[in-house]
């Protein structure tokens, strides 16, 4: 061949392989060059030189970028749709790759950023699994290869989640019985150990059986984190920093802390009733007393290690349930197109 | 309807005669035409390829010695139907255009 011809060729391929690399590109590549081929050959043979039969050449093939694209768009069905799947298989990364971002911002308190910021983050998702689910229809197969890399990788992103003992994020929930008598549960987001932390006010529950197996535990190692030591016993649990949502009630967030003076956990909790519930009467009556502990129920390794699987399986399957509804949905626009084209509405 | 960009029909138009590869039915469309349709590649394949799916051109490698190999396009028996059908279709159009443009007097070709 031509050596203009092959480096023509291979300019080709190069543009072609920036898209995809399938083999099923081989033959429109081969038949381009051929049109190439002939048309240098008609510059030649109208007595113009290598170069000028190259450069007319391929002014009128055009732009390669655009064959390309031509080349690419023209692909089967099945190969298109797996370009869309390939395409957007970092969608999801990044979706749980927020997600754990946001977790993070949990830790520390920053829920309403969190909550804005993950606005944009769903339509993105939602998206994309339209893009996707169109690119499965396409397709008509699923590319498993990404799909179990990214439940791979969402749940090995997550599973620190659940060894990672972060402060307690407590749950906007007290429950007042009687007079005395003040449960506040606190609810971590995820954390195997942090979990089902409950106060009790232990002369109205049978707490000297429970505080027998489960002392509060919490071993402090920075102001927001901690970690917790199923050896410790006897410890308090305290609050060391509240904070107060805008309409002045108590966050979903709450730093605690240890500490083996009674007194000091005593003080730190009426403190919070008083501002919070405003039942100061009562709590003090309670705290009179009664001895403020806190129970720790770690999770247990079961629940950890179903959940470190079930958590991004039903992230992605919801994730793929958009793609299934946008292909099908992408399926009708198709079906409708072809009707109004052979109904002759539509050039 | 613009049949100018009935680029299909052109080519089945052009293959009907005889079968031909990519540049050669570009420069046959050209030359019957007087120049008045070129059709670029980005136009061309597409059609081919389209016309293909549809079984209305079948196509074969011819290899070729020191050369890119040529696909080679037949019409088929669906293709001369599907060729005649957008002949009929553009007579109609054709009609139709003249009923409503023909002139009913004498204009002057030129003005002042």
Redesign the interface.
């Given at each position: 061949m031509h050596k203009f011809v092959t480096h023509f060729e291979s300019d080709l391929r190069q543009v072609v392989r920036r898209g995809s690399k399938s083999p099923e590109f081989e033959n429109p590549i081969q038949e381009i060059t051929g049109h190439y081929s002939d048309l240098f050959e008609e510059s030649i043979a109208q007595g113009a030189s290598e170069q000028d039969a190259d450069r007319s050449a391929r002014e009128r093939i055009g732009s390669l970028g655009q064959i390309a694209l031509q080349i690419l768009n023209n692909a089967s069905r099945q190969t298109r749709g797996l370009r869309i799947q390939k395409a957007l298989f970092w969608v999801p990364m990044a979706a749980v790759l927020y997600f754990i971002g946001s977790q993070s911002m949990l830790a520390y308190g920053l829920f309403h950023w969190t909550l804005a910021g993950f606005v944009p983050l769903t339509w993105l998702a939602i998206a994309s699994g339209l893009v996707y689910g169109y690119g499965i229809v396409l397709a008509r197969r699923l590319l498993w290869k990404p799909v179990t890399i990214a439940c791979l990788l969402t749940a090995c992103l997550l599973f620190p989640f659940y060894n990672q003992q972060r402060l307690a994020v407590a749950k906007d929930k007290a429950e007042r019985e009687k007079n005395v008598k003040l449960y506040l549960k606190l609810q971590p987001a995820l954390g195997r150990d942090q979990t089902a932390v409950s106060l009790y006010l232990k002369d109205q529950k049978p707490f000297a059986e429970r505080n027998a197996v489960a002392a509060p535990i919490i071993e402090h190692s920075t102001t927001s984190k901690f970690r917790i030591d199923p050896q410790a016993q006897g410890a308090y649990l305290i609050p060391t920093g509240i904070v107060y949502n805008q309409a002045g009630l108590l966050s979903s967030y709450m730093s605690l802390s240890r500490t083996n003076d009674s007194k000091e956990a005593q003080k730190a909790w009426l403190t919070i009733g008083r501002s919070f519930y405003g039942v100061q009467d009562h709590i003090s009556a309670g705290i009179a007393e009664s001895q403020w502990v806190a129970e720790v129920r770690p999770w247990p390794l079961w629940y950890v290690i179903f959940g470190a699987i079930m958590v991004p399986i039903t992230f992605q399957s919801v994730f793929f349930g958009l793609a299934v509804i946008g292909g099908i949905g992408s399926r009708v626009w198709i079906l409708r197109g072809e009707w109004l084209r052979y109904a002759g509405v539509k050039a | 309807?613009?049949f100018r960009s009935d680029v299909e029909a052109m080519v089945l138009g052009v293959l009907q005669h005889e079968p031909g590869?990519?540049?050669?039915i570009?420069k046959r469309i050209r030359e019957l035409s007087d120049d008045m349709f070129k059709y670029?590649?980005?136009q061309l394949?597409?059609a081919l390829?389209k016309l293909e799916e549809n079984g209305f051109v079948t196509a074969e490698w011819v290899v070729q010695e020191?050369?890119?190999?040529?696909?080679v396009y037949s019409i088929t028996d669906e293709g001369g139907t599907f060729l005649l059908e957008r002949q009929k279709e553009f007579e109609r159009f054709v009609k139709k255009v003249n009923a409503v443009m023909k002139p009913v007097k004498a204009w002057s070709t030129c003005h002042a």
């Open positions: - | 309807m613009d590869y990519g540049y050669e570009a670029g590649e980005a394949y597409p390829r020191g050369k890119p190999n040529r696909r």
